[in-house]
């Protein structure tokens, strides 16, 4: 999936800093994967800390087994976790399939919801990809009435794909290729 071996894994933006997984992240992140909020358009309920902690392992091991991830996404100027945004190969039974591609993903904390920084950081995590990965293509999966991450995707340039069927749930598939 990369076309060479990235030089640079941190990233930053206007407002965050983004930067691979390490093992201190884990509290913010298992704080934010139990609230319902964040996640009623992705599990359907809050994770467990278990859950959480098995995720977290994940995101750790992208980047050394594959050389990309998910990063975390702090605010610049205090520190304060804000989310994560990224790229997984997560091996999903998911009819049709995703065909091996980078699979895009965000999800923020409740706090910034609204505000722009899934966009801002999707747009910097999409360059990142341009870049590295020598696919043509990527993809997202996104719950259809989440209107929130499909503008967030279109922004972006992911495109409907079809509706796929994932864990009983239907779930819009967007790919989107690279620029010229």
């Known amino acids: 999936m990369l076309k060479a071996p990235a030089k640079t894994f941190d990233l930053e933006t206007d407002r965050t800093i983004m930067r691979p997984h390490t093992l201190s992240d884990f509290d913010d992140c298992a704080a934010m994967w139990a609230d319902p909020a964040v996640t009623l358009h992705i599990t ?52 049709p399939p995703l065909d091996a591609v980078p699979e895009m993903g965000w999800v923020l904390c409740t706090a910034v919801h609204g505000k722009g920084v899934a966009s801002e950081t999707a747009t910097a995590a999409c360059a990142w990809g341009d870049q590295y990965f020598s696919d043509d293509k990527t993809v997202c999966i996104v719950a259809p009435e989440h209107a929130g991450s499909i503008s967030v995707a279109q922004k972006q340039g992911f495109e409907h794909k079809h509706i796929a069927s994932y864990r009983g749930e239907q779930t819009l598939i967007m790919e989107r290729l690279k620029p010229a």
């Open 44 to 95: 359907g309920r809050p994770s467990t800390r278990q859950e959480s902690w098995a995720r977290h392992l994940r995101n750790i091991g992208h980047w050394s087994a594959l050389g990309f991830g998910y990063w975390v996404v702090r605010e610049k100027s205090t520190g304060i976790f804000w989310g994560e945004v990224g790229f997984g190969d997560f091996q999903r039974a998911i009819e």
